[in-house]
């Protein structure tokens, strides 16, 4: 049975491929920043499009070592871009790390909820209610309050105690 990729066919690289290689080796070694409008290109749809396009083009039709160095460098070339113009709901953020990077944190949805409501005023009525009767500011009785008021029993009509 003979393999369709051999050591030789690794060792028969193009100077091209080799220059490929070592830029995109240099890429992914140093940290470069992806410049704003390449970013923002990039991150599109269309240039998702284009990007992916071109690294499997390289994956399928050069050498093996240079396509699956060219599918991690447009990977790398993705998430530079994405967090080089600090877009959070593209979907380039969703590919790359998930549904997690959309949601917001406690912090920032807490701060926002206190901007939307407005500071609590009183009403009229609870004025009103708060001045007429004073709930709980009467003083504190021990035992029987003496009253002048006496219950009088109305005609029960004939009705039996239970």
Not at 78 to 107: C, D, K, M, W
Request: glycine share 4%; hydrophobic share 50%.
């Amino acid at each position: 049975m003979k393999f369709p990729m051999t050591m030789m066919t690794l060792k028969k690289v193009q100077w091209m491929d080799m220059i490929l290689i070592t830029l995109f080796i240099v890429f992914l070694a140093a940290p470069f920043k992806i410049p704003t409008i390449l970013a923002q290109w990039i991150d599109s749809p269309l240039g998702i499009v284009i990007v992916s396009c071109v690294a499997f083009y390289m994956f399928f039709c050069t050498n093996p070592v240079l396509g699956v160095i060219s599918l991690i460098a447009a990977y790398e070339l993705f998430r530079r871009s994405a967090t080089s113009i600090g877009s959070v709901g593209n979907s380039v953020n969703q590919l790359l790390y998930g549904p997690a990077a959309t949601i917001p944190t406690e912090a920032s949805r807490t701060r926002e909820i206190v901007e939307m409501n407005p500071t609590r005023q009183h009403t009229l009525e609870e004025e009103m209610i708060n001045k007429l009767a004073p709930i709980g500011q009467s003083p504190v009785t021990i035992g029987n309050i003496e009253t002048q008021f006496k219950p009088v029993i109305d005609n029960d009509h004939g009705a039996s105690f239970i």
